[in-house]
């Protein structure tokens, strides 16, 4: 798979139904050369934000995919959905470019 960019974020809501600041999710566009198209993937908030560069090869933590099924007037319609722990770089030794664990010459990382 290959790393496109941030979709989106979801927020939390506060107890008056407005949305808070604290996000509970980010969902990330891949493109997955197995299904020939872009997939979307969630990983939880607690997780780094990805930003690597356009077409870089990532590989998922824990990948689960599932359905989520909605009934309606004609039958039931059917939703996938992919989630899982990270989005890391695909052999991290032959990528630049990951700029969550390679710091600048001369800083330290954080």
Same mark, same amino acid.
């Given at each position: 798979?290959?790393?496109? /960019?941030?979709?989106?974020?979801?927020?939390?809501?506060?107890?008056?139904? @407005?949305?808070?600041?604290?996000? %509970? !999710? !980010? @969902?990330?566009?891949? %493109?997955?050369?197995? $299904?020939?198209?872009?997939?979307?993937?969630?990983?939880? /908030?607690?997780?780094?934000?990805?930003?690597?560069?356009?077409?870089?090869?990532?590989?998922?933590?824990?990948?689960?995919?599932? @359905?989520?099924?909605?009934?309606?007037?004609?039958? @039931?319609?059917?939703?996938?959905?992919? %989630?899982?722990?990270?989005?890391?770089?695909? &052999?991290?030794?032959?990528? /630049?470019? &990951?700029? $969550?664990?390679?710091?600048?010459?001369?800083?330290?990382?954080?």
């Amino acid at each position: 798979m290959k790393f496109s /960019a941030l979709r989106h974020e979801v927020r939390l809501e506060n107890e008056d139904g @407005t949305t808070s600041d604290e996000i %509970k !999710r !980010r @969902t990330y566009d891949l %493109k997955c050369s197995v $299904q020939e198209r872009m997939i979307q993937v969630t990983i939880p /908030a607690d997780v780094s934000v990805k930003d690597y560069p356009y077409n870089v090869e990532v590989e998922l933590i824990n990948p689960v995919a599932d @359905t989520v099924a909605n009934a309606n007037f004609r039958g @039931t319609m059917v939703d996938w959905y992919i %989630k899982a722990d990270d989005i890391v770089l695909k &052999n991290k030794g032959d990528q /630049a470019g &990951n700029t $969550q664990n390679h710091a600048p010459q001369g800083q330290p990382k954080k």
